[in-house]
């Protein structure tokens, strides 16, 4: 299995930090896969390159207004509120459980200021079993009237300089939107502010309405589009942004099979996570990585590293 490991060395690696390494390229994104244990009775979490546990904040969130799921054309819209048990409960009562010394475990971070970012990133950095710091930066900067921190390039590299000042060894990784004119200009920013890797992307804005009952289909009207059909549009992000950086990009969005993790990494991704797929099939992520190996023989692919950016144009 050494051929499918997942090395993710940066230009930043902190000071006596190691390099994030993944047993295989598929994880699973954040707010889809619980935190961890949810999923055990469905395959062998060790057997996962890493499980990104949903968003942790500081302090308990109870979340949107119900409905907050509703079902789109080959997709989903959600509007959970990043609903969490806030960080300290995660770390005394969900991480001892998780297997962490097998798998690498990885705390994707939600607040509201670059300041409330590294408090957070240092609470976790202080703990054995985090293997690294993903940054939600589709947050609003309560600060700055609402504006998200992945929609300006430079409150992007605040935050990430923030949460980087206070990670310790901890490798950072931050996730982009899609929801912007150009993603490279973000990503560009999150890689000069000190970033290991990036990860895109995360869901679109969208909305859903019923038009017998004249009411939008989720309670915040808005929310979060994912699935299949957003599978294009995460391609040619992680495309453009392989293109545009030198540090490891995470490719995010629609994946529901083998065949579409080799596509992210044919486009220059190191690795991929599994999201709204683990709403339809719980065993999903397990599967991915069980066929992997196989598609990867049948299709003459004898390294990943050798595969990987080899796109043809």
Not at 122 to 141: H, Q
Not at 274 to 285: H, S
């Amino acid at each position: 299995m050494e051929r499918f490991t997942v090395r993710l060395t940066a230009a930043h690696k902190p000071a006596g930090g190691k390099p994030l390494v993944f047993k295989n390229p598929v994880l699973t994104a954040s707010g889809t896969f619980g935190y961890g244990m949810e999923f055990a009775p469905y395959g062998d979490l060790t057997h996962l390159g890493g499980i990104v546990v949903k968003g942790l904040s500081l302090r308990p969130r109870p979340g949107n207004p119900l409905p907050r799921v509703a079902e789109t054309p080959c997709g989903m819209l959600n509007a959970v509120g990043l609903q969490n048990d806030g960080v300290e409960s995660f770390l005394k009562n969900k991480l001892p459980r998780l297997p962490w010394h097998e798998t690498p475990i990885i705390a994707n971070l939600y607040a509201t200021s670059p300041d409330e970012f590294g408090e957070l990133a240092a609470i976790l950095a202080a703990e054995e079993g985090i293997a690294g710091l993903e940054v939600n930066i589709s947050c609003p900067n309560v600060k700055n009237g609402g504006i998200l921190f992945g929609q300006d390039p430079k409150l992007a590299a605040e935050v990430t300089e923030a949460v980087k000042k206070h990670a310790g060894h901890l490798p950072v990784i931050v996730k982009l939107s899609p929801n912007v004119t150009d993603i490279t200009v973000i990503a560009r920013a999150a890689e000069e502010a000190g970033a290991d890797a990036l990860s895109c992307i995360n869901t679109l804005t969208g909305m859903a309405v019923d038009v017998t009952t004249r009411k939008p289909l989720l309670a915040n009207v808005i929310g979060g589009l994912s699935g299949p059909a957003v599978k294009p549009v995460a391609l040619r992000c992680v495309w453009q942004v392989c293109n545009a950086v030198k540090i490891p990009v995470i490719g995010i969005g629609g994946i529901t099979c083998a065949r579409d993790v080799l596509e992210f990494i044919l486009v220059g991704a190191h690795a991929v996570q599994i999201g709204t797929m683990n709403f339809i099939r719980p065993d999903a992520a397990f599967r991915i990585a069980e066929e992997l190996p196989q598609l990867c023989q049948q299709l003459g692919i004898k390294n990943l590293a050798d595969y990987r950016g080899t796109l043809q144009l």
